[in-house]
């Protein structure tokens, strides 16, 4: 499974553990950087990967980049 979370204006530790898990140790610094996160950056997870933080790429750049 595959979770990308955007910015939240007030996710919680529950919210988070939900989808990260209650073992893993950067629960709260995910939650700083998802409640502070600015236009088009996330963190991504997939599978049993770390999480990582990204930039996405907006359908309209991608358009123009064409």
């Known amino acids: 499974a595959g979770w990308v979370l955007h910015h939240v204006g007030s996710v919680n530790k529950q919210e988070l553990v939900s989808v990260f898990g209650a073992t ?34 907006p359908y309209f750049e991608f358009i123009r980049n064409q």
């Open 24 to 57: 893993d140790p950067n629960i709260e610094a995910y939650m700083g950087y998802i409640n502070n996160a600015k236009l088009f950056e996330s963190i991504a997870k997939i599978g049993v990967a770390q999480a990582k933080s990204m930039r996405d790429y």
